[in-house]
């Protein structure tokens, strides 16, 4: 994975909040779940599966299409995940999510109101304003009296062309 992907958590504030989020959970989830196979020389200190997973979540987040625009995991779009880590990222927010309130109080209220914006578009969906067409300038009125024919001019006059 490129550095320059990886740094984008640290640079963009709303992954930087989402990287804090999924880290905190799987620390929870962790020591409720395998506190016997905790590593102490992690620094997260998770134990290894929970370290295999929370590395590729993070990769997941990296390369996150969205970017700044990114919509909490459940609303998104864009179904990042393998299936057996889409069902363990589940699993943790399910356990995690609820008890996050108590250890990380400012985090969670930032989540629930995180989770009541409507998700974005897929970004691939979206027209860029340089692809969009350009507007088509207003017609020329002397350009439209010129075009007409004499029998339209006459209809137009309520006359009828001989």
Excluded at 16 to 41: K, Q, S
Aim: glycine fraction near 2%; proline fraction near 11%; charge should be positive.
């Amino acid at each position: 994975m490129s550095q320059d992907r990886m740094r984008r958590l640290e640079e963009l504030p709303r992954l930087r909040g989402e990287t804090e989020t999924i880290r905190a959970m799987v620390r929870l989830y962790c020591w409720a779940h395998h506190p016997n196979d905790v590593n102490p020389d992690d620094p997260d200190r998770v134990c290894p599966a929970c370290r295999s997973f929370l590395d590729y979540a993070l990769k997941r987040l990296a390369c996150c299409p969205y970017g700044e625009e990114k919509p909490v995991c459940e609303k998104c779009r864009i179904h990042c995940y393998k299936p057996a880590e889409r069902e363990t990222a589940r699993e943790v927010m399910r356990w995690a999510g609820p008890r996050l309130i108590w250890r990380h109080p400012v985090m969670a209220v930032r989540h629930v109101f995180d989770s009541m914006r409507p998700a974005p578009e897929k970004p691939r969906n979206r027209a860029s304003p340089a692809a969009a067409p350009a507007a088509k300038p207003a017609p020329d009125a002397k350009a439209d009296v010129k075009a007409e024919t004499p029998a339209a001019e006459a209809s137009k006059n309520g006359r009828t062309a001989d």
